[in-house]
């Protein structure tokens, strides 16, 4: 059952890494450019979870060029929980835990709003045991949205490692580990409130 809460720890950890995750840069749009993981067909691979799952949008202001913030972030560590946040003015997004997934629809709020939208995953090797918290083995990739909507909390996932990091070679629907029992606790944020003096665009 998903659990809209604000429990103490959880909720000050998430805030202390949404903090540092808080960057104000001078990134250009090609700064936010995907570089897709892509399928690959090497014989090399080895299975991962999905461990990770995040959104980070930019905008730009009359101060600096752009501002860069996570507007949905959920992290898991493949046995057990799930916990994040949704962010409050696009409550489609997290449907449920293990199905979290950008429409059409709400892309277009996204794009129209923000100067920029990355789609983030992380993956954890299926052998690492009591992964801290945000920690991903094979670190974070930038996706397409396609991507981002199809690989959900539960999938296993087989990964080519590579000089640079991993490419996804295959994605297995619900095959690491079932997520019905795990303890879900997810938040909702609001990026304008988050961030008062940072001139967040108002949703459309």
């Known amino acids: 059952m998903l659990i809209l809460s604000h429990l103490q720890t959880v909720g000050q950890q998430i805030m202390n890494h949404s903090r ?3 960057i104000i840069s001078t990134l250009g749009l090609a700064g936010l450019g995907s570089t897709s993981g892509c399928l690959d ?7 991962a979870f999905l461990s990770y799952k995040g959104i980070k949008v ?6 600096v060029q752009g501002y860069v913030a996570d507007l949905c972030w959920l992290w898991s560590d493949g046995q057990s929980r799930i916990f994040g946040w949704e962010p409050e ?16 629809e ?11 939208v990355r789609f983030l995953v992380g993956l954890s090797s299926v052998e690492t045991a009591n992964l801290s918290l945000l920690e991903s083995d094979f670190g974070h990739l930038d ?8 690989l959900q909390f539960g999938d296993g996932i087989q990964v080519n490692p590579t000089d640079s990091g991993v490419r996804i070679r295959a994605i297995q629907k619900g095959e690491h580990n079932d997520p019905t029992d795990w303890t879900v606790t997810i938040g909702t944020k ?4 988050q961030f008062p003096d940072s001139q ?4 459309n």
């Open 20 to 22: 540092r995750m808080f």
């Open 41 to 47: 067909v090497l014989s090399r691979s080895e299975p």
């Open 58 to 63: 930019q905008w730009a202001t009359d101060r």
């Open 190 to 193: 609001n990026l304008a409130e």
């Open 89 to 104: 003015e696009y409550p489609d997004i997290v449907r449920t835990a293990t199905d979290v997934a950008v429409s059409d």
């Open 143 to 150: 996706v397409s949205r396609e991507r981002f909507n199809r």
């Open 106 to 116: 709400t892309f277009r709020a996204l794009q129209e709003r923000f100067t920029g």
């Open 200 to 203: 967040v665009p108002e949703p």
